[in-house]
């Protein structure tokens, strides 16, 4: 098993920035693919951004590309996602998620382990 800790949400004004980050413990591995998924409140649960543990690579949806970066850090075994310019659309409540394999999925039903969620508010 893999158990997997957010951290880092919080109430920021539009414009600024925050950085998230997820720690995994357990059964680690460098042949896993991470992500990070949101929430909004009425909507469905979406994939913002993934990286591959073990060569860096990394993927984004559209509406984050070019504001967020993801990284990650493996002697910390931590992930982190640094979001800048951010929107009031970007409320939500954060999720981390990994799965094993290298190839970073967009579906939740792809990935096997969850975080507990951190909460991220926009104010306008």
């Known amino acids: 098993q893999v158990q997997l800790v957010e951290s880092g949400g919080g109430l920021v004004q539009a414009g600024g920035s925050l950085r998230l980050s997820c720690t995994a413990s357990?059964?680690?591995?460098?042949?896993?693919?991470m992500a990070w998924f949101r929430q909004a409140p009425g909507k469905e649960r979406e994939f913002v951004s993934g990286i591959s543990w073990s060569d860096g690579t990394s993927s984004y949806a559209d509406s984050v590309k070019g504001r967020f970066t993801i990284s990650r850090d493996n002697t910390k075994n931590t992930m982190y996602l640094q979001m800048n310019s951010l929107k009031p659309e970007d409320t939500a409540v954060y999720y981390c998620?990994?799965?094993?394999?290298?190839?970073?999925?967009?579906?939740?039903?792809?990935?096997?382990?969850w975080g507990q969620g951190t909460q991220v508010t926009v104010s306008s």
């Open positions: 357990g059964r680690t591995s460098s042949r896993y693919a």
């Open positions: 998620a990994g799965r094993p394999g290298v190839i970073i999925f967009r579906a939740t039903s792809d990935y096997n382990y």
